[in-house]
């Protein structure tokens, strides 16, 4: 008996990561990546960990900060994400927050307290990839959001949410109307369901009007967070550092106090240092280098949508986001991404992410989807003209 044959039956749904493996790529000189979702070191805001990193460990602090801390969290980050969460009109404190590590894990989280296996979970068609990896092993019946109206799809146990990313959609770039959110909450009324919003690129808007969270939308219609059905999971991730893996929950009380003994449970608490050490950051930097990395991400999105517009033959298609990290390109409909990636690599150094990896069924074979945050505005030039003549001759 080998220990592999001991695993419970829901391991066999657990699946390698297609965007972690061509992440080594970034490590290939002359590869043009267009792969992964990542921000550009560049534009991280160094000076000011470094000097958050002096005062978290200098003398009186470096007690508490190198210490077991709360599981609900730093106090002093946990406020301001409250205070940043009432800038867009939702109206939390405190109490309603939750640190985690990375958004990511309040995802897996939340297929822990909310999936039986067989039970239904509404996402995107395509969605996130580690949305899919998250609450895969939980067993779901995943069901397409698209195509749902006011009634459940057929599966063996009840529809417990509706997973969306309302602005800027990984992996699609596509944001979520006023109109369609609220439609949404009416749906998940219906359906009983909850809703889990994914607002990892909340802030990274380059143009176009601001959209409310969707958990704003139903606190003003419910007078507050209590009975609200919306769960918000925010990240540093985009705009502060990626690697801190520092990310919140804010949702009803009631929501919170469950999550709290999942995160006793699961590690006990986030990294104390490296919540204080974004907790001192984003107090003081925040507000100013956000707007940054709107500034230089919005030329490279630019750079990329007028790239597609002169190199892409005919029969291509993509979407022109308004914010995030990504474009979703549809080729036409006998061409395979993955395919296509084989080629890219090996004939013309280009990387990219073929588009299957986010359908829960494996569909969507001839998408890919780019992205253009870290590549500067002449490597996208470049690879999305490299990319353009590889199609045309196929």
Known sequence: MKLTDM???RAGRMKASEIRELLKLL??????SFAGGIPDPE??????FREASARALGEGQYEKNLQYSASEGHAGLREWIAEHMRGLAVPATADDILITSGSQQALDYLGKLMLDAGDGALVGWPTYLGALGAFNAYEPEFQR?????????EQTGATKFAYVTPDFANPTGVTMTRAERLALLEQAEALGAAVIEDAAYQALRYAGEDVAPIL????ARNGGLE???TIYCGSFSKTLSPGLRVGWVCASRGVIDKLVLLKQAGDLHSATLNQALVADVAEREFATHVPKLRAAYGKRLAAMLTALERHMPEGVSWTKPEGGMFVWVTLPERANGAALLERALAEHNIAFVPGA???ADGSGQNTIRLNFSMPSEIQIEEGISRLGKL???L
């Open 357 to 359: 990896a986010f359908f």
């Open 145 to 153: 959001l698209d195509v749902l109206r006011n009634t459940a799809p």
């Open 7 to 9: 695993f419970a039956q």
């Open 216 to 219: 704003a939308l139903e606190a």
């Open 391 to 393: 199609l045309a001759s």
């Open 27 to 32: 490590d290939r000189p002359g590869v043009i």
């Open 43 to 48: 534009l991280f805001p160094a000076e000011a």
């Open 227 to 229: 009975g609200c059905r």
